[in-house]
T-cell receptor, first 115, second 116 residues
Framework: AQSVTQLDSQVPVFEEAPVELRCNYSSSVSVYLFWYVQYPNQGLQLLLKYLSGSTLVKSINGFEAEFNKSQTSFHLRKPSVHISDTAEYFCAVSPYGGSQGNLIFGKGTKLSVKP | EAGVVQSPRYKIIEKKQPVAFWCNPISGHNTLYWYLQNLGQGPELLIRYENEEAVDDSQLPKDRFSAERLKGVDSTLKIQPAELGDSAVYLC??????????????FGEGSRLTVL
């Protein structure tokens, strides 16, 4: 079985400051890793993912996440946030094999960017 | 391209009443998911369809919940009878499938259920 822990339920930050949203996972099998984002009054959407290869993956809007196998982590970072980044961010894993695509989500981290 | 469409967006019912949610996935997406999201929690999988076949329904409470995906396109999730603890957001998602698209789910805006 897999589980995902997002250590911070809420992260307030000022505009243009850096931010890190933490995610740790537990799994007895290899997994794929994802970050999903939910903007106010919108559905969840994929932000970035790690399947294989380079452990550092990036999104088109400046977020990046690094897969650390030894620490079983997949923290999300952005060097300078904008007001428009205010949203809830969910870390998720999917096991290799027959159940790939069945995402196991963390509880989410609400990022609040203040002017 | 139209996204995943869910209806109704909001539903308020009395306990013991039935309720149904409808989902129309993105055209061409063979995989369809129903997730449950309780307040302050992440989404939890209820059921996954590959075309019209339910390939994973292990988390669906079958005593009161049922789902169908006739013709492998749109899907309906039903609760009968509803209980107070069923108050939550019911999310539908679709996916183009495996390979490089693994884990790439496209979610609808959800159906928020309140059971009084």
């Amino acid at each position: 079985a897999q589980s995902v822990t997002q250590l911070d339920s809420q992260v307030p930050v000022f505009e243009e400051a850096p931010v890190e949203l933490r995610c740790n996972y537990s799994s007895s099998v290899s997994v794929y890793l994802f970050w999903y984002v939910q903007y106010p009054n919108q559905g969840l959407q994929l932000l970035l993912k790690y399947l294989s290869g380079s452990t550092l993956v990036k999104s088109i809007n400046g977020f990046e996440a690094e897969f650390n196998k030894s620490q079983t982590s997949f923290h999300l970072r952005k060097p300078s946030v904008h007001i428009s980044d205010t949203a809830e961010y969910f870390c998720a894993v999917s096991p290799y094999g027959g159940s790939q695509g069945n995402l196991i989500f963390g509880k989410g981290t609400k990022l609040s960017v203040k002017p | 391209e139209a996204g995943v469409v869910q209806s109704p967006r909001y539903k308020i019912i009395e306990k013991k009443q039935p309720v149904a949610f409808w989902c129309n996935p993105i055209s061409g997406h063979n995989t369809l998911y129903w997730y449950l999201q309780n307040l302050g929690q992440g989404p939890e999988l209820l059921i996954r369809y590959e075309n019209e076949e339910a390939v994973d329904d292990s988390q669906l409470p079958k005593d009161r919940f049922s789902a169908e995906r006739l013709k492998g396109v749109d899907s309906t999730l039903k609760i009968q009878p509803a209980e107070l603890g069923d108050s939550a957001v019911y999310l539908c998602a679709s996916s183009p499938g495996q390979g490089e698209a693994v884990g790439e789910l496209f979610f609808g805006e959800g159906s928020r259920l309140t059971v009084l």
